[in-house]
């Protein structure tokens, strides 16, 4: 799996995780993610929940603060290896969006961090709020829309991808509906079904740090139709090892010996009489004890 961008060099995810130590990506349902409070930490907790052997990946850096995703899948991406791969990116999406990429050190490492999630994945799930003030034609609002912004990219007229292929979704926290980015004509679109996740995706999870609790319930349902097939999963294991099961019971049955079955034997039980104790009877004389 490769990043690509407008005028950049397709970029392998497993050489990069490669530079940051980490072993290569898996054939397996897998989260990209910042690891922020709110959204990105919500999107976690349902991959532990409902899909434990998938995958996570969450980008960051070094003195990140606010991580609050399980550590086990911080990948902690050195400043020069992000800079190269980012910076590029960055400067594209400050076109579209009218802005300028931030100089702040840490706001700017931010900033690379959602590069990454936008490089490899299949699809987006952002959750936020529309900004219906912007004036660039995402109209999404806080530092997701970079993220955004660099994952269209990837997509005609701007990239080099199929525009049919992108899959840029946006669950607006303030109406609670779901919404499918339209590269022919840069809007967005109503959806009649919400979006759902399949076994293998790759995909992006983003947004907001305060999610209400409807917005919780969306990234949840995300997850309907892999629990399902988690679950068929889960029927044909237990029905290949009862089957695995009962051929060896046969087949032990088959090749076990006949058991030899304990006679008892009945024995009279002989008891010998046991006679009475005879008490030796001394009369005494009238006022004396007998001993």
């Given amino acids: 799996m490769s990043a690509h961008g407008s005028d950049q060099p397709p970029v392998a995810l497993d050489s990069v995780l490669q530079m940051c130590h980490r072993p290569p990506c898996q054939d397996v349902l897998t989260l990209f993610s910042g690891g922020a409070e709110g959204v ?21 850096y070094a003195g990140h603060r606010g991580f609050a995703a399980r550590s086990g899948g911080r990948v ?11 910076d590029p990116h960055l400067r594209d999406a400050a076109k579209q969006l009218h802005q300028s990429v931030p100089r702040n050190w840490h706001v700017l490492n931010l900033f690379r961090r959602n590069v990454c999630q936008a490089l490899w994945a299949e699809a987006m799930f952002a959750i936020t709020w529309e900004d219906l003030d912007a004036r660039y034609p995402l109209r999404i609002g806080g530092g997701t829309k970079w993220a955004a912004q660099v994952y269209v990219n990837r997509f005609q007229p701007h990239g080099s991808e199929p525009a049919g292929s992108c899959q840029l979704w946006l669950y607006e926290v303030n109406t609670a509906v779901w919404k499918k980015w339209d590269c022919g004509c840069q809007c967005w679109n109503l959806v009649e079904q919400p979006p759902s996740l399949s076994a293998d995706m790759k995909f992006a999870g983003i947004g907001t740090k305060t999610p209400p609790a409807h917005a919780v319930q969306a990234i ?18 237990v029905a290949a090892n009862s089957e695995v099961l009962g051929v060896r019971q046969k087949r032990a049955d088959d090749g076990a010996a006949p058991s030899k079955q304990m006679v008892r034997r009945w024995r009279p039980k002989h008891r010998e009489a046991r006679a009475p104790a005879e008490v030796e009877h001394v009369e005494t004389e009238p006022g004396t004890q007998s001993v």
């Fill in 220 to 237: 949840r349902d995300l997850f309907r139709e892999v629990c399902c097939v988690q679950l068929q999963d889960s029927a044909r294991q």
């Fill in 76 to 86: 902690d991406v050195p400043n020069k290896v992000s800079a190269a791969l980012c």
């Fill in 40 to 60: 990105d930490a919500e999107f976690d907790d349902a991959m532990a929940r409902f899909a434990p052997s998938g995958q996570c990946i969450h980008w960051s």
